[in-house]
């Protein structure tokens, strides 16, 4: 069974720091291309982050990029997100999601981080 399992989320202050697990299983994980989305309450879905299935390339959206980083430890099968410098707008549902070419092969319940300012 595919499962993507999210944690680590919780309540920071603003400029505060959290780090995001999402623990993958039932899939071979290297394979996969991985990838990091929010949504806000009343806000669509927005991509966060992304790393290449080996880890050397990474991608930022333009919202996180110098504050956040994407990561990943394939011998442990678990991606993460370690974000600094939160800000209240950083507030959102966290998701992880495995990516095949440009589909969604599985995502994650998600982890609710919510800054406070």
């Known amino acids: 069974q595919v499962q993507l399992v999210e944690s680590g989320g919780g309540l920071a202050q603003s400029g505060g720091s959290l780090k995001l697990s999402c623990a993958a299983s039932?899939?071979?994980?290297?394979?996969?291309?991985m990838s990091w989305f929010r949504q806000a309450p009343g806000k669509g879905l927005e991509w966060v982050a992304s790393?290449?299935?080996?880890?050397?390339?990474?991608f930022y959206g333009n919202s996180v990029k110098g504050r956040f980083t994407i990561s990943r430890d394939n011998a442990k099968n678990t991606l993460y997100l370690e974000m600094n410098s939160l800000k209240p707008d950083d507030t959102a549902l966290y998701y992880c999601?495995?990516?095949?070419?440009?589909?969604?092969?599985?995502r994650g319940q998600g982890t609710q981080v919510t800054v406070s300012s």
């Open positions: 999601a495995a990516l095949d070419g440009l589909s969604t092969m599985a």
């Open positions: 039932g899939f071979t994980f290297s394979r996969y291309q």
């Open positions: 790393i290449y299935q080996d880890g050397t390339e990474t």
